[in-house]
């Protein structure tokens, strides 16, 4: 197990810095500099800024400094439009933001998703089924960025329920609607995967012959069947995490939530390159950790996979 | 009269018909409901994207000054003022806004889904025909591909290339071709030990003409089935970065700016600046949905 876990390590790594020198190279081939803009600034001030944030140094120079502070000091630079701002703060202020949301809508993913499936698959041909293929086929044609204007105008101006933006500190009435419109795609998804699988773990011959062995269903589902039937789940949830990752930048400005996608976009707008570069490493180390612990648990789960 | 009776091929009229591959798949694909309920709303709104233009009375850019202002009441769908989805806030005709967003959204779908055929079924192909360290090479920079997060990367392209409809085509078609390559490579390996591959391979048929030649066409109806179900998720991510601001810009729109529009706007009681783009937006994915289903249905051989 170690040594799969060391093996699989040795790939992140060198993805991670792909993905850095990916962005950087994008950064650096940026036409113009990144100080130009629609005032009459003079060359040599330009020029003076470029040398302050290092920009003037060669390009191995400058990617080799920024990957050595993101790994000794977990300082992923400055902003290049506000003096006072890094990325390091706008990450201390939205990542809890994000965070929160992200962990319920992922919750409510697995949980009533794989529910859903589970007995969708048990009840085969009943109302319920129908129900849960009826809401995973619907979920298809409403990703987050149409689900949330749908929420907020049937829940917060026709029934007037809940608030239809802000955060006010995570207050639960905030919480809600961002959670439902970043999580139900997803709940859809899995409970689609979960629903297959179980038919098919059903259907198998080692469930068959816990049958024919005369073991309860309740003991043939829990013991024999659930394990396997939610592997496929399992390895949907890397994908499903940075879905849920890009998701956020849609809730964060539907919402406005304060969130890390906020920040992302209004980099995107101000051509801020070293919010977008900072983020878009952040949240791309990130994405490959997570990839890194749902390929441990299942391979600690299955064990049809050696390592 | 010799010639004329060589000709005649009246006889072959009491041979027994068979059956190819192609027409079994289409006779189940053309008695699927769902899926023909598909394809006509597809072609719906595919003839909305053509004519739609033609046919409006305003032009997608034109202002109409007469609305400007009190859009809540004049700018309302209405068939006396030629505004038949009525206006945006700025006065500019919704139905003719929205034939052009549907337009670029199809179109953006489309070229994701042929980049995806070319590229994706060509390269997976060539890594599950030649095998070993190649596929091991191949199928590693498409793993690593996979695990970045591609919509950040992509922004960042739109933002640093500049905005535009060409660097759109650009970008999605940078991801659109990896589980392509994944799922051509699959069935590459199933076809590898044919023995029709082999007697090419026998007769000393060049490596990359068996691809082309034996291999590609045995792949197509997996390859036609994926591509269908492609084109909603490349719409959505088109639809996604235009939703943040960051897609097509003014005055092109496509179906995820004018839902960001209409979303901004519903506050304001002119509900149906998101409806139409909405509708058409449901309305299309759910045909694309359906008909790549009812595809799937009528290939895939297992149901026989």
């Given at each position: 197990m170690t040594a799969f876990i060391i093996k699989r390590l040795l790939v992140a790594i060198p993805i991670l810095i792909l993905l850095i020198v990916l962005t950087f190279v994008l950064m650096y081939s940026?036409?113009?500099?990144?100080?130009?803009?629609?005032r009459n600034i003079s060359p040599q001030v330009i020029a003076n800024l470029e040398r302050e944030y290092g920009l003037d140094r060669p390009f191995l120079a400058q990617i080799g400094t920024y990957i050595w502070n993101i790994v000794t000091d977990f300082d992923f630079g400055p902003s290049f439009i506000y003096r006072d701002q890094d990325v390091n703060d706008l990450i201390a202020q939205g990542f809890p933001v994000t965070l929160t949301y992200g962990f319920w809508a992922f919750v409510l993913a697995v949980t009533v998703g794989g529910t859903l499936g589970i007995v969708a698959a048990l009840r085969q041909n009943t109302w319920l089924d129908y129900l849960a293929v009826g809401i995973s086929i619907g979920a298809q044609v409403l990703p987050n960025f149409v689900l949330a204007p749908i929420l907020v105008l049937v829940f917060?101006?026709?029934?007037?329920?809940?608030?239809g933006g802000g955060w006010q500190g995570g207050q639960w009435q905030f919480v809600i609607l961002p959670v439902v419109a970043l999580g139900t795609s997803f709940m859809a998804s899995i409970a689609r995967i979960a629903r297959a699988s179980m038919l098919e773990v059903l259907s198998s011959n080692f469930i068959r012959t816990a049958r024919a062995k005369g073991l309860p269903a309740r003991r043939i589902i829990l013991r024999h069947a659930l394990k396997p039937a939610l592997l496929p789940v399992i390895s949907y949830l890397g994908p499903a995490f940075v879905g849920m990752i890009t998701g956020s930048v849609v809730i964060d400005i539907y919402f406005?939530?304060?969130?890390?996608g906020q920040f992302f976009v209004a980099s995107a707008l101000n051509r801020d390159y070293g919010v977008m570069m900072g983020i878009t490493v952040l949240l791309g180390s990130l994405t490959i950790l997570f990839n890194l612990l749902v390929d441990v648990a299942y391979a600690w789960i299955d064990p049809k996979i050696r390592y | 009269m010799r010639s004329a009776t060589l000709t005649?091929?009246?006889?072959?009229?009491?041979a027994p018909q068979g059956r190819s591959l192609w027409a079994d798949a289409r006779r189940r694909f053309f008695a699927n409901r769902a899926a023909m309920a598909g394809l006509i709303a597809l072609t719906l709104v595919a003839a909305f994207a053509i004519i739609g233009p033609l046919v409006?009375?305003?032009?997608?850019?034109?202002?109409?000054?007469?609305?400007l202002g009190q859009v809540e009441t004049l700018g309302r769908p209405s068939l006396e003022t030629g505004h038949w989805f009525g206006t945006d806030t700025l006065g500019r005709d919704l139905f003719a806004r929205t034939a052009q967003g549907t337009q670029i959204s199809l179109m953006v779908g489309l070229v994701g889904a042929l980049i995806a055929v070319f590229v994706g079924t060509l390269y997976g192909a060539v890594a599950g025909y030649f095998g070993g360290r190649v596929d091991g090479a191949m199928m590693r920079t498409v793993d690593v591909l996979m695990s970045i997060p591609y919509m950040f990367v992509l922004i960042l392209l739109l933002v640093v290339f500049g905005r535009s409809v060409l660097m759109l085509f650009v970008g999605i078609g940078l991801i659109s071709w990896l589980d392509m390559a994944r799922i051509a490579r699959g069935q590459t390996l199933a076809l590898k030990g044919k023995e029709f591959v082999e007697a090419a391979v026998a007769t000393g048929v060049h490596p990359f003409r068996i691809i082309l030649r034996h291999i590609v066409p045995n792949l197509l109806g997996v390859v036609i089935v994926y591509a269908t179900l492609l084109v909603p998720s490349m719409i959505i991510y088109e639809s996604f970065i235009s939703f943040l601001g960051l897609g097509v810009q003014e005055p092109l729109t496509s179906w995820g700016a004018l839902i960001n529009e209409g979303s901004a706007e519903?506050?304001?009681?002119?509900i149906w600046q998101l409806a139409f783009p909405l509708g058409f937006f449901v309305v299309g994915l759910f045909g694309f949905f359906f008909v790549g289903d009812g595809l799937r249905d009528a290939l895939d051989p297992k149901d026989r």
């Open positions: 940026a036409p113009g500099s990144p100080f130009a803009s629609e917060t101006l026709w029934l007037g329920w809940l608030p406005s939530t304060g969130g890390i | 005649d091929t009246s006889y072959l009229a009491d409006a009375p305003w032009d997608h850019e034109e202002i109409d000054w007469a609305v519903m506050r304001n009681g002119t």
